[in-house]
């Protein structure tokens, strides 16, 4: 005898592909309730209930997945931050090297300009 099938049951399919949405989405930085409305659109259900399926069923299932790529994003952020940190120094250092030989580059413009006007001023005496 075969057995009848709810229209709305979930399948493993629709598990896996749930399961699938709310890992990426964590692991991307976003909630578990927008991971819901991405797989409700998706699957063609509730937001609430595919919530209530990860929260019921999925997250025990899930759940040592979902912990580690929790502190994944955590761990990648403190490594940009520190590369960010360690280029902004560099760029600072750079800016401070620059501003330096800019200065040093004015000092000798302004003594060129001063010699070329006493140079100038010599030339038209002689005249």
Known sequence: MEQKRRK???TAMDDEKLAEI??????????????FEQA???????????GFRWNK????????????VRKRPKQL??????LALSSF????EAYNDLEIKHTELQSEYEKVLKWMQQGVNLVGDKK
């Open 22 to 35: 709310v890992i990426q989405a964590v692991q991307n930085g976003r909630t578990q309730l927008e991971a």
């Open 40 to 50: 409700a659109r998706e699957l063609n259900r509730t937001k609430q209930a595919c």
């Open 77 to 82: 952020m403190r490594s940009h931050l520190k």
């Open 89 to 92: 120094e560099e760029l600072t």
């Open 57 to 68: 069923t999925l997250r025990l299932q899930y759940g040592q997945v979902l912990n580690s």
């Open 8 to 10: 709305d049951q979930w």
